[in-house]
Structure formats: structure tokens, C-alpha cells
Nanobody, 123 residues
Framework: QVQLMESGGGLVQPGGSLRLSCVAS????????MAWYRQAPGKQRELVAG???????NYADSVKGRFTISRDNAQNTVYLQMNSLKPEDTAVYYC?????????????????WGRGTQVTVSS
């Protein structure tokens, strides 16, 4: 069993900053690509930022220059530093990870999702 647990969401004023964290735990053999997605009310879930195990990153155009994704492989943790936040960044933010997990005598590799953390940007 593998679990992803996000933290760090909250209410912040426009122009403010937040740092999200996501810790993967359980029978992890290898933790590969990790990413942050978000879903605003009435909209589809969208990719915010992704990072490979070796640290290569990609970002949605809407967050480039404002958000930074990073990871700590030893701690199976991914972070999202969000600066210059805008009201349109308001959403539930979800952690996603491509993980190979130990399942008895086997390894099972698939995507895992966290339950999400609410980020609200409002004055």
C-alpha cells in the first residue's frame, strides 16, 4: 500500500506565497516522476508542474516564473513553492506520483494520487 499526503494549503492574499508538501509512504520500491495538479470549481483537473527523479521539471504556462517544484528523493517528498499568487490559482491541489511498490513477491508500478489540499487566494 502506498499513500500520498499533501499539506500546506490555506488562505492567502493576492501576491502572497504558499509552500505545498507531499509525502509518499508505504511499500515503495522506487519513486519516479512526481507532479502537482489542480482542479478549480467547474473546471477539469490540470497539470501544474512535474519533476522527474533526476530533477527535470516542466510547468504549465500559467505558473511559469511564479511556482517552483522540487523533490527530496530520500524522503519521498515533493514540494511546490507558490509565489505571487493570484485569485485564479484558487483550486484544490493534488499530488501525483509514479511509484513502483512492493506487492508480495512482485513490483507493481502505477500512478498514485493524494486527497488534495485547498488553496484559496483572496483578499
Amino acid at each position: 500500500q502506498v499513500q500520498l499526503m499533501e499539506s500546506g494549503g490555506g488562505l492567502v492574499q493576492p501576491g502572497g506565497s504558499l509552500r505545498l508538501s507531499c509525502v509518499a509512504s508505504g511499500s515503495i520500491f522506487s519513486n519516479n516522476a512526481m507532479a502537482w495538479y489542480r482542479q478549480a470549481p467547474g473546471k477539469q483537473r490540470e497539470l501544474v508542474a512535474g519533476i522527474t527523479r533526476d530533477g527535470s521539471t516542466n510547468y504549465a504556462d500559467s505558473v511559469k516564473g511564479r511556482f517552483t517544484i522540487s523533490r527530496d528523493n530520500a524522503q519521498n517528498t515533493v514540494y511546490l513553492q507558490m509565489n505571487s499568487l493570484k485569485p485564479e490559482d484558487t483550486a484544490v491541489y493534488y499530488c501525483n506520483a509514479d511509484i513502483a511498490a512492493v506487492d508480495g513477491d512482485y513490483l507493481t508500478r502505477r500512478d498514485y494520487w493524494g486527497r488534495g489540499t485547498q488553496v484559496t487566494v483572496s483578499s
